[in-house]
């Protein structure tokens, strides 16, 4: 007999439920294959660290026992007594692990099967709703049995409750399925078409199979199951699906696997044997044969009519037999040529179908690894997915029926690591050439209701955005910058050019302070104490209290190398630099306290600009066309807002208290709500 297991997983809503059908994996496999069926109404932390504790006690208590490693003969009785007493071990160390942890979870919402596959048996143990089927074949017919163990829950509704039930074991009958499903896949997978794809596919394509189908006809729920399949040796479970042994009443399921427009190999062959009849070679050679034999019992001609008449006759029939002998070999050739052809097409496909099979299953890993957190694997995962799907041909593209399934599910997946928003139309708020021609935009700012626009030919825009007035605040020379840069502090607005700080307050006050700055090579700047401070890419420079301000002085003990993007001055410095790291500086040293921004999706190379709004850093990257959202305390990625149609991003600002987000792209001014991901 040949055992193959496949398990299951269909993630459609992960805040809905946990589920997961998996092989306990371990190096030795002389004690049985060990699988895991377990759902949880409870999705929170609690019940993921629960989940992934049952499947890590399963592996100490059964293949690391040292009762069983020293063991020096292994049968059945013994192993189910093995296998009893892991149970045991682990249903007491669960209640010990969840009363330590103080895990806040009713174990009365989570639905647990073990199953042992040990030479040919099964033994089951089951927790909650979670069903188990035997399916056969008797006298031709399919047979369905239910086998679900009675589990025997406890009065006491948490930490006394048992876990698992009494174990139930059985021979696996030849030819035949254990099916274990979660409700939710009993109610698709136990019926007369997924039991026939079954029976007509290898387990890995039936199980490729029904997880495409239930994604297409219930995307909101979870499924998870395993299935065990018992095969004779010469019904032995290859990993290819063999087309040419796929019956005619096989072609619903043909069609779902196959992509349109592929050859129908059965179709051809038939045609072939249609035509090899229709010119049946051996036709011709019995007509001659027949021939000869009534010329053989006419009267003799006279011996020299009869040289003359065989000579003629024997020519032409060396003519007819070569032209046979010829034409047969051209039909010969021709039909070797179109079974080579035929055969290597079907090799092709065999190869296509395993290929997209193996690129959903790895799809299905990733989900399973973002269920559990596993971040930094998934990322690697996705990697190595991606660049699979990439080395693809485009013929191989072109006959993959999922492939365009397979790379929407992956673009959801990157979007679920990076937390990546698309804002594809942001609303337009206004166009400033309505108020003025010429303008070339700079600085966005926010402050008490209003957005304030720096235009560098001269003048400062404002923005009623509640009742969506356009006005021009200020005209002046004073405002003319080959840049300007603006920072939000308080109640004031601060803009730098390359001749004046200039303030805006909450009555829309403005006033000038005169300044000699290097405006072209200036990323930002702050004030603290009245004291400016200015920061290019390798040093900070302060600049003097006074009338105005000139004549600055290297802030930093040391010049930096890193690419220095934005200050943030208080007692201390905090800087920002290009790599993503944060830095606090103290009479221009550093303290040593760096923090790492987050992982991004595609990474952050280039930090354009940067916005400071309470606990959170925003950062522009023009280059991929997003506005970055980091926790500033621990640098954790909250979101990416991406904005693929916006071209000329010249500065963003946000308003906390509305959540929303306010873009300048070119000349015109869009805003958007702050969704998460």
């Known amino acids: 007999m040949f055992i193959k297991i496949a398990s299951l997983n269909v993630l459609n809503n992960l805040d809905k439920s946990l589920v997961q059908a998996k092989k306990i994996e371990y190096k030795d496999q002389k004690f049985g294959q060990l699988t895991l069926l377990i759902e949880s109404s409870e999705t929170g932390s609690g019940a993921r660290k629960v989940v992934a504790k049952i499947e890590d006690l399963l592996l100490n208590n059964y293949y690391k026992n040292d009762k069983m490693l020293l063991s020096e003969q292994i049968n059945s009785l013994k192993i189910e007594a093995f296998f009893e007493a892991s149970l045991v071990k682990t249903n007491r160390d669960l209640i010990d692990y969840i009363n330590i942890e103080k895990i806040e979870i009713n174990l009365k919402n989570i639905n647990l099967t073990v199953c042992l596959v040990y030479e040919g048996e099964i033994f089951l143990s089951n927790l909650g709703g979670n069903k188990s089927f035997l399916l056969r074949k008797v006298r031709g017919e399919l047979e369905m049995s239910d086998i679900n163990p009675e589990d025997e829950p406890e009065e006491d509704d948490n930490q006394g409750s048992k876990i698992f039930s009494s174990i139930i074991n059985g021979e696996i009958p030849s030819n035949s399925y254990i099916i274990i499903t979660t409700l939710s896949l009993a109610q698709y997978l136990l019926n007369k078409k997924m039991v026939e794809i079954l029976e007509r596919l290898n387990l890995e394509s039936a199980k490729e199979h029904i997880r495409s189908t239930l994604k297409k006809i219930n995307n909101h729920s979870n499924f998870a199951g395993v299935i065990i399949k018992n095969s004779s040796n010469k019904e032995r479970d290859d990993n290819l699906l ?19 427009g592929n050859i129908d190999k059965k179709r051809i062959r038939k045609n072939i044997l249609s035509f090899l009849n229709k010119i049946n070679i051996f036709e011709h050679l019995n007509r001659n044969i027949e021939k000869r034999r009534k010329e053989s019992i006419k009267p003799k001609p006279s011996p020299v009519i009869e040289m003359v008449t065989n000579s003629s006759k024997n020519t032409s029939k060396t003519k007819k037999v070569a032209i046979i002998i010829v034409a047969l070999c051209v039909i010969l050739a021709i039909k070797l040529m179109v079974q080579k052809n035929n055969e290597s097409k ?332």
């Open 242 to 260: 063999n087309i040419r042994d796929i019956s005619q009443s096989e072609k619903e399921t043909q069609k779902i696997l196959e992509k349109t």
């Open 346 to 677: 079907e090799v092709e496909i065999e190869r296509i179908i395993v290929t997209e099979q193996e690129l959903k299953s790895k799809q299905g890993q990733i989900d399973t690894l973002l269920l559990y957190n596993n971040k930094d694997e998934a990322i690697t995962k996705i990697q190595e997915l991606r660049e699979e799907i990439q080395s693809l041909s485009q013929k191989e593209r072109d006959a993959m029926n999922e492939l365009p399934e397979i790379e929407k599910e992956l673009k959801r997946q990157e979007n679920s690591i990076s937390k990546m928003i698309e804002i594809e139309n942001p609303k337009e708020l206004t166009h400033l050439n309505l108020l003025k021609e010429n303008v070339d935009s700079s600085s966005l700012s926010i402050l008490n209701g209003f957005l304030y626009i720096s235009d560098k030919n001269g003048s400062i825009y404002s923005i009623d955005i509640k009742e969506g007035i356009n006005t021009i605040l200020e005209n002046s020379d004073k405002i003319k910058s080959s840049k300007i840069i603006s920072k939000e502090k308080g109640d004031i607005i601060y803009l730098l050019t390359s001749s004046h700080l200039i303030t805006i307050n909450k009555n829309k006050e403005v006033k000038y302070k005169e300044a000699n700055i290097d405006i072209d090579s200036a990323l930002d700047f702050d004030l603290y104490m009245d004291r400016l401070y200015v920061a290019n890419s390798d040093q900070v420079y302060r600049y003097n209290r006074g009338d105005k301000y000139e004549n600055p002085e290297g802030w930093l003990k040391n010049t930096i190398s890193e690419g220095i993007v934005s200050i943030n001055t208080s007692y201390d410095i905090e800087i920002i630099f290009n790599n993503g790291v944060v830095s606090q500086y103290r009479t221009g040293e550093s303290l040593n306290n760096d923090i790492s921004l987050g992982y991004t999706d595609p990474k952050l190379e280039k930090i354009n600009t940067v916005k400071v709004v309470s606990n959170y850093l925003y950062i522009l990257d023009k280059s991929n066309k997003r506005i970055i959202k980091f926790d500033k305390l621990t640098g954790d990625l909250l979101s990416q807002y991406y904005l693929p149609n916006l071209n000329d991003i010249k500065d963003f600002t946000i308003d906390e208290k509305n959540n929303t987000l306010y873009i300048l792209n070119e000349n015109k001014i869009y805003k958007e709500e702050m969704l998460m991901p």
